[in-house]
Structures are given as structure tokens and as C-alpha cells.
């Protein structure tokens, strides 16, 4: 089993940063993909931003230059720094977890979820 506690969320204004932390336990981080999805109302659950065990990374395009996902394994603990927030950013985000397979792209394809954190960005 993997436990995943998400931090960091709040109210920001547009053009802000927040950093989003997922503090893991159970399992090593080093050996899951990681990833970083998020939930606004009435939509789907997207990926934001993933890790592989390998430490390559991949992000929607709708965050590409602004966003970046992080792993210290030392802390076993993934981050999301959010730069340049826009409202459209708002949402419920999700950190996730599989020692399945070393890229993981999909809901899917994760095993482990955290609570979320809710992320409102002002305009």
C-alpha cells in the first residue's frame, strides 16, 4: 500500500505561483511514475504532469513553461511548482502513484490517490 498526502493548494491571484507538495508513504517514490492530475467542476480528471521512475517528465499542454513536477527521493516527496496561474488553473488537484509500470499517462494506469487539494486561482 502507498499513502499520498497533497499541501500547498489555496487562492492566488492570477499571474501568482503556488507549489504543491505529495508526501508519500508506503512505497518509494523513486520506483513509482508519478503524476499530477487535476479536477475542476463538471469536467473530467486531466494530467497535469508526470515523472517517470526514471525521472523524465511530460506535461499537458496547457501547463507546458509554466509548470514543473519534481521528486526528492531523499524526502519521498513530489512537488509541482505553478508559475504564471491563470483562472482556467482552477481546480482540485490530485497527486498519484504506480510501482506498476515506469510511465503512467492515464487514470487509469494509477494505483494510489491522494485527497487533493483545491487550487482557485482569482482573476
Known amino acids: 500500500q502507498m499513502q499520498l498526502v497533497e499541501s500547498g493548494g489555496g487562492l492566488v491571484q492570477a499571474g501568482g505561483s503556488l507549489r504543491l507538495s505529495c508526501a508519500a508513504s508506503g512505497r518509494y517514490v523513486g520506483n513509482c511514475a508519478m503524476g499530477w492530475f487535476r479536477q475542476a467542476p463538471g469536467k473530467q480528471r486531466e494530467l497535469v504532469a508526470a515523472i517517470t521512475s526514471g525521472g523524465s517528465t511530460n506535461y499537458a499542454d496547457s501547463v507546458k513553461g509554466r509548470f514543473t513536477i519534481s521528486r526528492d527521493n531523499a524526502k519521498n516527496t513530489v512537488y509541482l511548482q505553478m508559475n504564471l496561474l491563470k483562472p482556467e488553473d482552477t481546480a482540485v488537484y490530485f497527486c498519484?502513484?504506480?510501482?506498476?509500470?515506469?510511465?503512467?499517462?492515464?487514470?487509469?494506469?494509477?494505483?494510489?490517490w491522494g485527497q487533493g487539494t483545491q487550487v482557485t486561482v482569482s482573476s
Open positions: 498519484a502513484a504506480t510501482n506498476r509500470r515506469p510511465i503512467a499517462t492515464m487514470t487509469e494506469e494509477y494505483d494510489y
